[in-house]
């Protein structure tokens, strides 16, 4: 995302003169993009957002419009929006420093407290996640505590505990691995594991899989301890937003990636209900035949 | 005589061990089906909803009560309330929460989302507002609830059988 970060500052330097009309629209156009990208590979999603977030953030700079209440709010919402989508730090950044404005401004309110919430969430930071929800939503249940250390080498996650506590982990890729994107909120992702844990068919795809939920601005801990109570065998960790996940698709679930020394070499995706999007995966590990 | 009870010690923690699994499979099966059955009354709940279908969301419209609970959103909300809305044979099954989120209190929301059989769904919206006795009430038998459906927020259903990244959508059960 480098590339990003010279769009923007390419975009101040170009934005001296002055603009009459002071657009806030950029928070819809990403929705729109969102809902319009729907179909598209995660890579083409992520450059339609990324080109309405760079526009909007630059036409927010003009002279006569950064300080407007209606710009702080588009630009704190479309970059809250934004981040979801990228580890960068800008959107990140930018984020932050709207929610300031509008905090000192006193203009911020509930939807603006859970939208900073969701995207420390997102990002991983429970800790700076939790302060903010004493501080502003405390009818909202608490985060989890994330024990103190570090990530190993390899994919950066979250294992979760018995207690819904979190410790940093990572899934050491040597081998072949399948990593599979899941989420147990999702129907689609429940009916597939439940196939594959309980027939036969799949015991030696069991025995390679790594069930990985992507993070977002949604907490799901009591869903994920759930399945992991019920599956021991078979736990889900959450993914922690990191550059070392880029090669992954985890804007959509389920998605089965098969995994050979930490290459990509396979990817099924979605769960239709007969497992005919793992059937490459199984053929490439020579569990099933052509 | 030694060696024999260290057989028997063995073969009691191997059928201890295949006792466990078997125990450990029926509750992971047990747990799944909890979630099966209410998964079933969840459809049961949409499917017979007063709006479970674009037509019948038409006709509700045509004829609009003036007590509607939609008419607690702004012009705005409505609009995007409405156009975000996905029906398939299992009624609703997917909706944008934005308007919601940010304009109603939890019993507001809970009139409207009851005329779609999807008021369960509030459980996914902990920071709504909390106006009177009532809100507190419902926000504490929805948001504190444990209930295991497969609602899952932040995605929107894909035809190609997979949720996808959607910012202040929820997939519904049923997608």
Known sequence: MLLLEWMLVLGAASSISPVSICKADTYTQLLKAEATTLNASARDRIEALSHIYVAGRRASRAVGC???????????????????????AEPLRNALAQYGLLVERGTAGAEHHRRLI????????FAQAERLRRQWLSN??????VFPGRFPPGLPVYAVQADGSLVRDSIRLSGDQVVAIVHPRCGHSRRALQNIVAQPAYQGLRAKLVLVVPNGPHWAGDSIAEWNGLHPELPMSVMYMDKRWAAFDRQQTPVFHLVREGRIIETG?????????????????RLASD | MQNCTRVSLFALVLAYSAAAAAAAAAAAQTG?????????????????????????????????PVDSPLTLLSVDGLEQFLTSLSFNENGLVGYSTEAIASELSYSQAHRLLSLFGAERTLRLMPGLRVENEVDLDIHRSYVQSGELVEDHMGYRCVARATCRESTEFVCMSGC
């Open chain 2, 32 to 64: 799944d089906g909890v979630r099966e059955s209410v998964r079933e009354q969840v459809l049961v709940a949409q499917k017979n909803a007063q709006i479970s279908s674009a037509a019948r969301l038409d006709s509700y419209l045509a004829v609009i």
């Open chain 1, 269 to 285: 995706t979605g769960w239709r209900g007969a497992g005919e999007e793992v059937s490459p995966i199984m053929r490439a590990l």
């Open chain 1, 140 to 145: 909202v249940p608490a985060f989890p505590r």
């Open chain 1, 118 to 125: 969701g995207l420390h969430v997102a990002r991983g930071d």
């Open chain 1, 66 to 88: 950064r300080n407007k209440d209606r710009v702080i709010e588009d630009q704190f919402k479309a970059a809250a929006l934004f981040a979801n989508y990228v580890p960068d």
